[in-house]
């Protein structure tokens, strides 16, 4: 079963498709920053896998991070890892690399994926968290 934290706190049971697409295009910045960290959680609950879904401050795109096993990855759109923008978790800041930052049409199928499959979306390239520069490593 797939469970949908929504960055408020609330619980969703077995998610659609289409509410979760329709989160991900139409929600404004206050929804996705409400609550502790401002992040969206997708959980298998079967195999424990998750989609977690961030939108960093001034910016209408997402950091998306598919955790499982211990591993943490995230989406590279392409570029270099120059640019970033702030952010926070737990409250402690950290940095977002923009060249893993997806548009609001990309994440929304990135979820979609993930609903059905429990996996990372194939069509986006993925890389490590820890193989990121060391600028970028949490606090």
């Known amino acids: 079963m797939i469970r949908y934290e929504a960055p408020d706190g609330s619980l969703t049971d077995s998610p ?9 295009l139409s929600q404004p910045a206050a929804y996705w920053h409400a609550g502790g960290n401002g992040e969206g959680v997708l959980t298998d609950t079967g195999s424990r896998a998750m989609l977690c879904i961030k939108q960093p401050p001034e910016t209408d795109r997402f950091l998306l ?59 986006v390239s993925w890389v490590q968290w820890d193989d990121l520069p060391e600028s970028y490593h949490f606090p």
């Open 16 to 24: 659609t498709p289409d509410f979760l697409r329709s989160l991900l």
């Open 65 to 123: 991070t598919f955790i499982h096993n211990a591993t943490y990855a995230v989406p590279h759109v392409g570029g270099a890892f120059d640019d970033f923008v702030m952010d926070e978790r737990g409250g402690d800041p950290f940095r977002v690399p923009v060249a893993c930052l997806v548009d609001r049409t990309t994440a929304a199928s990135a979820v979609v994926c993930f609903v059905a499959t429990s996996s990372m979306m194939d069509s």
